[in-house]
């Protein structure tokens, strides 16, 4: 079978479309979340969509299932806030390890369903690694700009105990994705780098960031060119964008990195900006056009779709990069930055 790599080099791959726009479909209530092992927990259950992992894992499976289907390449785990730090709000964080590991089985299990109907076009697994819901550079409080909610320790620590519990389960990428301040992000690479330190293993990791609003920049104030300067120290197989705007607005951001990086570039947009009522309205076939031009200008080599995103834009999009040849690409995998 094909290595990342090997099909990095073959075609544009594509990644999977949104977990939560899908989920959402379910319905689920406060019961469903809860299921029989969590009925008597203290705390709402509700929105925690990672924790279907354990309470609803057909319904996991089936998306991943519908995004392969629809001509994805790689899926990602449902582990956005699988982290001690997000899952704390929901009086969670034991259950951590359990929680990534289990994702990463569930999207295994499925990823290799479809790679041994077609061994030509294996299907990969990435581990989603978020955010998580605390800035490390700026202060949460007006009144205060010197503090900090969470240390680089601390996100150092939360972020390699979910990286373990990924590569436990089975993923073949890590992927550190919707970085708005590029300090959590540099916490996380810290951690998968001494887990390969650890375990003498090289790992591909993909790095994505989110540009927040029109200035261009990262939450935290970084411009592309800023963000990717930050974390080039680390041997990352891919960097690019994610999630806050739609492909149209993205196109600029992705041409500064694409001229001064050698590494592949992702891009997974939303489906447009957000209505009045928050919903995505930018259907598959505007979505693909818009994504177009990134192909024609020879931008990336990772493509798929955020927020809005469903598997019917993920085949539009999967049906037009086969007309494209992908982005030459420079990786040396290392086993860890000494």
């Not at 999207?107 to 294996?122: I, L, Q, S, Y």
């Not at 009045?276 to 990336?300: C, H, R, T, W």
């Amino acid at each position: 079978m094909k290595t990342l790599v090997e099909a990095l080099n073959d075609k544009i791959l594509v990644l999977d479309g949104a977990m939560g726009t899908m989920l959402q479909r379910y319905n689920y209530s406060e019961a469903d979340f809860r299921g029989s092992r969590f009925k008597d927990h203290p705390v709402s259950l509700k929105g925690n969509n990672d924790l279907l992992s354990l309470t609803q894992p057909k319904a996991i499976a089936a998306v991943h299932r519908k995004y392969f289907e629809a001509g994805a390449d790689i899926v990602e785990t449902n582990t956005f806030s699988g982290t001690t730090i997000a899952m704390a709000d929901y009086d969670l964080t034991d259950l951590v390890y359990e929680l990534n590991c289990e994702s990463a089985k569930i999207a295994r299990t499925v990823a290799d369903e479809f790679t041994a109907k077609d061994p030509g076009k294996p299907r990969f697994v990435a581990g989603a690694m978020g955010p998580t819901n605390k800035t490390a550079s700026m202060s949460p409080d007006v009144n205060d700009p010197g503090f900090r909610a969470i240390s680089f320790n601390e996100l150092r620590i939360a972020y390699k105990q979910q990286a373990e519990a990924l590569l436990d389960g089975g993923v073949d990428i890590l992927l550190v994705e919707t970085v708005f301040d590029t300090l959590n992000a540099k916490a996380a690479l810290f951690a998968i780098e001494e887990i390969k330190a650890a375990r003498n293993i090289s790992v591909p990791v993909m790095i994505s960031g989110t540009i927040t609003d029109a200035s261009g920049r990262t939450l935290s104030g970084q411009t592309a060119e800023a963000f990717l300067i930050s974390v080039s120290h680390i041997p990352i197989i891919s960097i690019g964008f994610n999630c806050a705007l739609g492909a149209k607005q993205l196109t600029p951001h992705l041409e500064v990195l694409a001229s001064r990086t050698e590494a592949a570039i992702s891009a997974y947009p939303n489906a447009g900006l957000p209505n009045a009522f928050g919903e995505y309205d930018e259907s598959p076939e505007q979505m693909a056009g818009q994504i177009e031009v990134y192909l024609e200008k020879n931008l990336v080599n990772i493509i798929g779709g955020c927020c809005g995103t469903t598997p019917e834009h993920i085949r539009a999009i999967a049906q037009l990069v086969q007309q494209y040849k992908p982005r030459s690409f420079n990786y040396k995998p290392q086993l860890a930055v000494g």
